[in-house]
């Protein structure tokens, strides 16, 4: 018998584990921060420390966190970016929610809010992955929203980076089967992944992926330090933050104060520097506020799942919206796709993974 022993770079190769997704696209910076490698490692080896992933013990060489990672997908895959198109659309509308508390407490419109208490009330889904806080809105933290408190604690954005994905483990221990997941573009995508390779069950368990606008997220410790030394702001007495025509404000006890976007660029998280994605195309709903009046948003409706989740919405009666008719949709989303379109000629390319 001939025995055949493969070099050590032949092994690396073949082996798809941590050290893999560590030596393609952690150490190289392109790591969204988003969760999912921690979430769906079966040996639970991985952990995100300062947004970083760590490996904390002996990694089986399963290949999991490979496998949903968005930015080493795109490595290999080297997809080819769009710049004129906001992803796949099947119906668009405008508006906010019609319910009072909601719409004073939310960030613009009060949609995604409105549409998970609307689903949890009527038991449409046990539980949604959200983005919460602890102390303030620059320190957000993944939540699994078990109750209608817990939903609403969760309005309102946040633009600092967030491993919400990591609560995935949380739907599968508690046993939770209709489950929505709101995110960011990085979020969803990668989610979507995970449901490729039905990974924790999020096939069966995540019904609803429902996505939010974003250009561009940033690191906590960085944000803040501008917040609170170059505007003098407390972070724990703000309310509200929020980001539009070139500018974030920040509402707090004193009032709104603004700062330029391009005044925070030192504070932007590296691996967003990557990203193309502007309107969660990877989403079932994706909503934002761009293109409508400050208290509104604009609603991409992408699957039937969330035609679904969206029309039960509105047979509940508890959203005021209108329905763009397909002959306007080129005018009422100019304003989405001007914004996706710089984002998508600015982005920084992933180089292909060398083999």
Sequence with gaps: MVKIEMSDTEVKKRR???ALLNRTVIKPGYCTSCGGCEAVCPVYVISIEQLVPKLKGGCISCGACVDVCLRYKQRVEQPAIEEESLGTIIELYRGKSKLADVKENSQNGGIVT???LT????????????TSHVTDLLGPTP??????LDIRKASRSKYTLNPVLTKLTSIKLS?????ACVGLPCHTETLSNAIEMKNLG???RVKYKIGLFCMSSYNPSAFRSIITQNLGLSAESLNKTDCARGKFFFVGPDGTTDIKIKECAEAKAEGCKYCSDFSAEFADIA?????VADDSNIILIRTEAGKELFDFALNENVLDVEKVPKEKWEEALAAAKKLSTTKKKHVKPLPPIES
């Design 175 to 179: 046993l939770k089967e209709k489950v």
């Design 143 to 148: 939540m699994l929203a078990l109750n209608e």
């Design 16 to 18: 798809s584990n941590f």
């Design 287 to 291: 909503v934002g506020n761009i293109g």
């Design 119 to 130: 689903a949890m009330k009527k038991q449409k889904i046990d539980g949604a992955l959200v």
């Design 114 to 116: 409105t549409l998970l």
């Design 202 to 204: 999020a096939d069966f």
